[in-house]
């Protein structure tokens, strides 16, 4: 059935419909009651009540074909009246509720209770004769002035509290506006083809108004609901809002509602835009589903439950549309595995995206091990401690329990309760999560200027483990600059563009109409930007290619599209993955109709169904191909006026063609993707090929990338069809075990569909033929790469030529289209989880040291050496800063030199272990020795329960702070590298950070030295001090030493720890330098082999002129499909002898 255009009359801006709606014919409730229709029952609204579309425009007052011609005081008016195209986001958290958030930690909470009891225990003063009977329950008369100050360790607890609360709210503030600037960075880019004036412009879809005309397209996601006014071959997927996963073809005479947020698979149009943000049918949907985020969230507060800070997405994951742009924005899982991000908790369609990523499991794990472990020890030294202070003051003295003595006995178990959770705050990693955030935070900052658009946080992290990759060929490993460079057209081999002289007139006539014509009207040529520079291609690339070659021929392309308006086509077959070719029906002048058709060379000779159509390919097409160009066909049929063919009926119609040309579109390889596939390769990452063009242009193209290396004969280049017949059952199944036999050497991937795309992915992720799962990542641009995108780990989305439905279904976009910009991704993936090892190797260090110490002094001494506002002092300041050096460090290219960490080997290497034991047996050392042997200085154990600050605890905690100070700077290296200062002048970040904790430092020194009963601190002597000093930087000496064995073996020569399998490493361990191993088998270098495709060096492919057959014959009329004649293909070659079939 041909295109229906329901044209509008064209109306004076100016000419109103009475005073509805502010002076427009519609009020607002009309046209949301208008969109809440569906199928006849809307068209019969909308032609009953409303006149029809034209009706529609004079009431709205707007042309169906100029668009708006108001001005901004207009336009802004029509946004008073209709509403603007934004949806609120939810109303972001007060910085009052992140604070409530923070304070219901479970281990700050404990630390609250206890000091309040602390505190208010510490107001109770004993009668004085009760001291005595009271035995050590009670200090000495030297004591009574620091008595009366005991309320200062609770509140110093509180404080502590109260700034650990401060800076947690505070970093939940930050990320939560940096989640809310990138959303509102992807709403900004995303834009719509609006017609304004006449004149088609690229808008922000926050600028549509009510009344505009908006051309859609294949891959567009709708940002407006619309009426449609004229479409060709529309199919929408209203799944996002019906649920209902059919497609729903649009024709303006059966079901003319377009809804935003739905998405054009197939066909264009037209369309004017009659509700907009929460007034459109998405908005209202997404209204609601934000009051009840609202209310759910009020009702948790009220319940008490804890929030993550987060963003919060008034809908369900994946679904998120603000100003008309779906997108999902989701920090890292939480330790329990919940997803941080999700807002009503429904699930979407489809189920759950992906798995948690390779650090998330791992963190996870790690967690949930160190929470049981420091809760044991905290409730064992809860126990020893009670049960110490029972047996000694009950049992070995004797003394009877007195009703006054009670309060302090209470005071002395308040103390060994803060001390259990002493033990159980450094047990616990609290600066692990910051660092986590600061890190991806960063990373994600800084991908962006690497044209990184990171969606998914946690996408950042998994492609640094990613050990394949799937990518499209154009314009991703090529620049997607097309230009024709050869053709085959009247019989000749051109083996550049043809000047126009060298053409028949009527050749040249139908050539430049099939070109014109049979394109995307929005395809265009402009003029360049700057003298000198190239014109610029507006729309499809290869359109592009074909409208330049018009040009260079001497037509107008403008001007045949003048004569043949977009609204006069009879039927158009729009291009999509499954046909490969696009079609266009056009009225003859003389009366009868003329079908252009252009495509895939093979897909467009096989209709042409004659003898010479094979010998056509195999000399013209396939030395073309074999040159790395991309071949298209552009060929015509011409239908009598009576009777009208079945237009809907598209394999009737697109049948017995006539070839006008065959050309050669060159895509030059992007100068620096060769290198980046060789840094992938050389990292452990495989890269495949998977494109929809023909075998022997992916394979030439795949060789002068890189992809297939000389000598390639081992690996795999199919096209999609014998890849599911080598894949598939007799039922047709897909078959995982012969699937296993085909993906480990597939390098290209030919003529695929979408299908084949998501089942090559699928099958890689579910196949356990390797010691491990692999990490796939996928690049697509297109409307059916959804599938592919979701399934796959990372998911890369073409900001340039992909589409919107392509970018929502992505984790990361990448904005130049550039294969480079992956291997960047993968450098900053791997350098998160390096960060994150880097914070882990010392933080672990710091907690071993304290959990052990506060430990056993508190069950030799009674008390821990390290007190609780200290070990708080040490967790936010130094935590902090060891977090914000360590997370910041940027990638170097030695983090491709390794193969890619796997999903079972554990988080903690053994070389990370062997750093942490190492340290930690050397602050040890020196702290029990410092606790155990004196050296001139009074005894800080079994100190009375309100005994003055004591030298000896003082200068434990000095001498520990300290050693964490220096030995921040041995947890910079992971491989067991002897240079600890190397790159540090580099990285200005942790320059200034080191100098920045040096800062703190002076602030210890003042807690030190005046912090007194607050910070249990008692001033230090000068010579003190240097001893302090003298054993931290011990820390630099000793990392020396510890390292010298590792450091002394050649790195090449270093093992795996505990692996034979060089394809993975343990996080931590020493790389493996040198020649990459792949996973896949190794790669042969020599020469080419049977199977290494022609041309593969870029040789000129060999001028060939075919014999050609086609349809013709004496009577010269090609308007008749049963006679025989010579194509213009060979018309006029003295060397093509035409034959009649049969």
């Known amino acids: 059935m041909s295109p229906v255009l329901l044209s509008c009359p064209q109306t004076h801006p100016q000419a109103a419909m009475g005073d509805a709606g502010g002076g427009f014919g519609l009020a607002l409730p009309e046209l949301r009651a208008l969109m809440e229709l569906r199928g006849p029952e809307a068209l019969l609204r909308l032609q009953r009540d409303l006149g029809g579309v034209p009706g529609l425009c004079r009431r709205l007052r707007t042309s169906p074909t100029d668009g708006l ?86 509140a110093a607890i509180l404080l ?33 083809a609006v017609l304004r004036g006449g004149r088609l412009a690229q808008l922000p879809v926050a600028d549509l108004v009510v009344g505009d005309v908006v051309q859609v397209k294949y891959g567009d996601l709708l940002p407006a609901d619309g009426v449609l006014i004229q479409g060709n071959d529309l199919k929408i997927d209203e799944s996002a809002l019906t649920g209902e996963s059919d497609h729903v073809r649009k024709a303006p005479d059966k079901d003319p509602l377009l809804l935003s947020g739905t998405h054009v698979m197939e066909g264009s149009g037209r369309m004017v835009v009659t509700a907009v943000g929460v007034n459109s049918q998405s908005g209202i949907i997404f209204t609601l589903l934000g009051a009840a985020g609202d209310d759910e969230d009020e009702g948790r507060d009220r319940k008490g439950k804890p929030q993550d800070g987060a963003v919060d997405t008034p809908q369900p994951k994946g679904k998120r549309q603000d100003g008309a742009v779906a997108m999902e924005m989701q920090p890292l899982k939480s330790a329990e595995g919940g997803d941080a991000a999700e807002g009503t908790g429904t699930r979407p369609r489809g189920g759950p995206k992906k798995e948690k990523s390779v650090l998330q499991a791992k963190l996870t794990q790690l967690a949930v091990q160190i929470g ?134 009527p050749t040249l006539d139908l050539l430049a109409q099939a070109i014109a014509i049979n394109s995307a009207y929005t395809s265009k040529i402009l003029p360049p930007e700057a003298p000198g520079a190239l014109p610029r291609q507006v729309g499809n690339k290869t359109e592009c290619a074909l409208l330049g070659l018009a040009l260079a021929l001497g037509r107008d392309p403008e001007a045949e599209r003048a004569q043949v308006p977009e609204e006069h086509l009879v039927k158009v077959f729009t291009f999509n993955s499954e046909r490969k070719s696009m079609s266009t029906v056009t009225r003859r002048p003389g009366g009868g109709f003329r079908l252009f058709c252009k495509g895939a060379s093979e897909m467009v000779l096989r209709r042409w169904g004659h003898l010479g159509t094979w010998e056509l390919l195999r000399r013209v097409v396939e030395p073309m191909a074999g040159g790395g160009l991309r071949t298209l066909a552009l060929a015509f049929r011409d239908f009598p006026p009576r009777p009208e063919p079945p237009w809907e009926d598209e394999a009737a119609v697109v049948r017995e063609l006539t070839c006008i040309a065959i050309v050669g579109i060159e895509d030059p390889v992007r100068p620096e993707v060769p290198e ?225 960490y796997g999903r ?83 990285n200005p970040t942790f320059c200034t950070i080191v100098l920045g904790t040096f800062t703190v430092q002076v602030g210890h020194v003042l807690i030190v030295q005046f912090g007194g009963k607050p910070f249990s601190c008692s001033p230090l002597s000068a010579e003190q001090w240097l001893w302090c000093l003298f054993v931290g930087v011990g820390e630099l000496l000793w990392g020396q030493v ?101």
């Not at 992140?98 to 003063?125: K, N, P, R």
């Not at 709403?187 to 719509?192: D, G, L, P, S, Y």
């Not at 998501?758 to 390797?770: A, F, N, R």
């Not at 989305?797 to 279904?809: R, S, Y």
């Open 69 to 154: 011609s108001e001005g901004p005081p207009e336009l802004e008016r029509r946004r008073r009246v209709f509403g603007r195209n934004w949806i609120p986001p939810r109303r972001p958290k007060s910085f009052a509720a992140l604070v409530w958030e923070a304070l219901q930690d479970v281990t700050l909470v404990i630390l609250e209770v206890a000091a309040l009891v602390s505190l208010g225990l510490s107001f109770y003063a004993p009668p004085s004769a009760a001291d005595e009977a009271c035995g050590q329950a009670s200090g000495g008369a030297e004591d009574e002035g620091e008595a009366a100050a005991g309320w200062i360790e609770g």
């Open 160 to 192: 502590s509290v109260a700034c650990v609360v401060l800076v947690t709210a505070s970093n939940d503030w930050s990320k939560e506006r940096q989640f809310r600037g990138l959303q509102s960075r992807l709403q900004r880019e995303q834009r719509a």
């Open 372 to 505: 049981k472990a420091g809760l044991a020890m905290s409730a064992i030294t809860v126990i020893i401690l009670v049960l110490y202070f029972v047996i000694e003051t009950f049992v070995v003295q004797g003394r009877p329990w007195l009703a006054e003595c009670a309060p302090l006995y209470v005071q002395y178990w308040v103390k060994f309760f803060i001390i259990g959770v002493t033990v159980l705050v450094v047990a616990v990693p609290e600066g692990l999560p910051l660092a986590v955030t600061i890190s991806l935070a960063y990373s994600v900052k800084k991908m962006m200027k690497d044209n990184n658009l990171v969606r998914h946080l946690d996408a950042c992290e998994t492609m640094g483990n990613a050990t394949a990759i799937c990518s499209d060929k154009t314009g991703t490993l090529t620049t997607n600059r097309m230009t024709v460079v050869q053709a085959f057209v009247g019989g000749s081999h051109f083996g550049h563009p043809p000047a126009p002289a060298a053409l028949a007139p």
């Open 676 to 900: 980046a596939i060789r840094k992938c390769q050389r990292a452990g990452i495989t890269v495949r090929m998977v494109t929809g063009d023909n075998l022997d242009t992916a394979r030439a193209i795949a060789a002068k990338c890189g992809i297939l290396p000389a000598g390639s004969g081992e690996w795999l280049c199919l096209e999609g069809t014998e890849f599911n017949r080598r894949i598939r059952n007799e039922r047709g199944e897909v078959e995982q075990e012969r699937l296993d036999k085909v993906w480990p050497k597939l390098r290209v991937l030919a003529r695929s569909s979408p299908t084949d795309k998501h089942t090559l992915v699928k099958g890689i992720i579910d196949s356990t033929i390797g010691d491990q799962r692999q990490v796939v990542a996928v690049t697509g641009d297109g409307t059916n790469d959804g599938p592919a995108l979701k399934k796959a780990d990372v998911g890369f989305a073409m900001g340039i030529a992909g589409t919107d439905v392509a970018k929502e279904a992505s984790d990361i976009i990448l904005t130049d289209d550039n294969f480079s910009s992956i291997v960047k991704a993968v450098m900053w993936g791997r350098n998160v989880y390096d960060s994150i090892a880097k914070f882990l190797q010392f933080q672990l260090t710091v907690n071993v040291v304290a959990v052990i110490v506060a430990f056993t002094g508190a069950c030799i001494t009674q008390d821990s050496p390290l007190k609780a506002v200290q070990m708080l002092w040490v967790n936010l300041i130094m935590d902090t800063l060891a977090s914000l050096a360590l997370a910041t460090e940027p990638p170097t290219e030695a983090l491709l030199l390794r193969k890619p």
């Open 904 to 986: 079972e080997h554990p988080l903690l290497s053994g070389t990370m272990l062997r750093n942490i034991l190492g340290h930690a047996a050397y602050q040890l050392l020196v702290i029990f020795t410092l606790l155990f042997v004196l050296f001139d200085i009074d005894s800080g154990r079994a100190a009375p329960l309100h005994a003055p600050p004591s030298e000896h605890f003082t200068i434990i905690f000095n001498t520990f702070v300290l050693m964490q100070l220096f030995n921040e700077l041995n947890a910079r290296k992971l491989h067991g590298e002897r240079n600890v200062f190397e790159g540090v002048c580099a």
């Open 1042 to 1142: 510890r390292d010298t064995p590792t450091w002394a073996t050649p790195t090449w020569a270093t093992p795996t720890w505990g692996h034979a399998h060089l394809g993975h490493a343990h996080l931590g361990d020493t790389p493996t330098w040198g020649t990459p191993t792949h996973l896949e088998g190794p790669q042969t270098h020599g020469t080419p082999t049977q199977g290494t495709p022609r041309l593969l060096l870029g040789d000129p492919p060999v001028p060939t002129v075919p014999t050609g057959v086609t349809p013709g014959g004496p009577s010269g009329d090609p308007s008749d499909p049963n006679d025989h004649r010579v194509s213009p293909l060979t018309q006029g070659d003295p060397r093509v002898t035409p034959v009649t079939p049969g």
